[in-house]
């Protein structure tokens, strides 16, 4: 199967400082990426979805000033969280499809706490 | 809205057999899938569905009707690590995946 390597799988931060995450497709060619977010015991949300050379897709009530999404190749798509807060603490995963009609392959995730 | 509806928690024995169910409304459909998400980890891929009828890979199974817009995920000689949240997503018209909230399979001894 695809594999969608997530880096870093934990990092701890402090607040007011910047944390960048990368997604990488390592055998495939991704023409999307997704970025999610999830709090304790709950489903996913998604936060946003990119495409390979254009401007991420923020869903409502992201903000897109503090979350920055980069999808500079078709391999590799970043999220920085922006002077991060405690509220910011999560799990963020990210997946990536090769094409629209496709399954998502997902990162091993990045648990993210402020401090 | 779109909206996936699962049970919140199901519990089984080892060995035994236990089904999932997973029922939909969405602005269209491109596939039901299923993930499988063990605690503090991301999702891993079990299953797709498009056409109606069941689709058998190991232990594991997953059933689709379109006409119902429902699908299920059916586990058989359950094991202790199976226990985890089984996630069931829908494909919109749109191709984007919309998620269930999960549903936590505890499994007994």
């Known amino acids: 199967g695809a594999v969608v390597s997530q880096h870093p799988s934990r990092v701890i931060c402090k607040s007011g400082t910047s944390v960048k995450i990368e997604c990488r497709s390592l055998?495939?060619?991704?023409?999307?990426m997704f970025w999610y977010r999830q709090f304790p015991k709950q489903s996913l949300m998604l936060m946003a979805t990119?495409?390979?050379?254009?401007?991420?897709?923020?869903e409502q009530g992201v903000e897109k000033d503090k979350f920055l999404i980069n999808h500079a190749s078709l391999t590799l798509s970043t999220l920085t969280v922006t002077s991060a807060h405690p509220e910011d603490s999560s799990f963020y995963i990210c997946?990536?499809?090769?094409?629209?009609?496709?399954?998502?392959?997902f990162g091993q995730g990045t648990r993210l706490t402020v401090v | 809205g779109q909206n996936i509806d699962q049970p919140t928690e199901m519990t089984a024995t080892e060995g035994a057999i236990v089904q999932i169910n997973c029922t939909y409304q969405?602005?269209?459909?491109?596939?039901l899938f299923w993930y499988q998400q063990h605690a503090g980890e991301a999702p891993t891929f079990l299953s797709y569905?498009?056409l109606d009828g069941l689709e058998e890979t190991g232990r594991f199974s997953s059933f689709l009707s379109r006409s119902d817009s429902y699908g299920y995920l059916l586990l058989q000689e359950l094991q202790m690590k199976d226990s985890a949240s089984y996630l069931c997503?829908?494909?919109?018209?749109?191709?984007?995946?919309?998620w269930g909230a999960g549903t936590k399979l505890i499994i007994k001894p």
């Open positions: 969405t602005s269209g459909f491109n596939g």
């Open positions: 990119s495409n390979e050379g254009s401007k991420a897709t923020y």
């Open positions: 055998d495939f060619q991704a023409t999307t």
């Open positions: 569905n498009v």
């Open positions: 997503a829908v494909m919109d018209s749109n191709y984007q995946l919309i």
């Open positions: 997946s990536a499809k090769r094409g629209p009609d496709t399954e998502a392959f």
